[in-house]
């Protein structure tokens, strides 16, 4: 299995502020603008979902829990997607994981720790 890579994770006071990151594995570099990026997350004892997904065009959506505090971006020319986490709430303490989906086929990271002391 191929994985993609984040970084960025850590602990952080509620009210602060993350930017994760994520980069390609090296079979999918030269198409990587072809791909479908998404962050999801995994809360603990709780089962992964979407945070936000960026599409070939540039178009975003986001989870109704997140769209007023997290920004999801991606750099083609450097392989990479980004999640700008701003004004982090306990809630949002999860596994974070990367994910690229061509044609129904995707590849996932193993994920990074965000974690917001209550």
């Known amino acids: 299995q191929v994985y993609l890579v984040e970084s960025g994770g850590g602990v952080v006071q509620a009210g602060g502020s993350l930017r994760l990151s994520c980069v390609a594995p090296r079979s999918i570099l030269s198409s990587f603008s072809n791909y479908e990026m998404a962050w999801y997350r995994q809360p603990p004892g709780n089962q992964r979902e979407l945070v936000a997904r960026?599409?070939?065009?540039?178009?975003?959506t986001y989870a109704d829990s997140v769209n007023d505090r997290f920004t999801i971006s991606r750099d083609n020319g450097k392989k990479r997607i980004y999640l700008q986490m701003n004004r982090l709430k306990p809630e949002d303490t999860a596994v974070y994981y990367c994910?690229?989906?061509?044609?129904?086929?995707?590849?996932w990271g193993r994920g990074t720790q965000v974690t917001i002391p209550s």
């Open positions: 994910s690229a989906d061509f044609q129904g086929s995707t590849s």
């Open positions: 960026i599409d070939t065009y540039g178009g975003t």
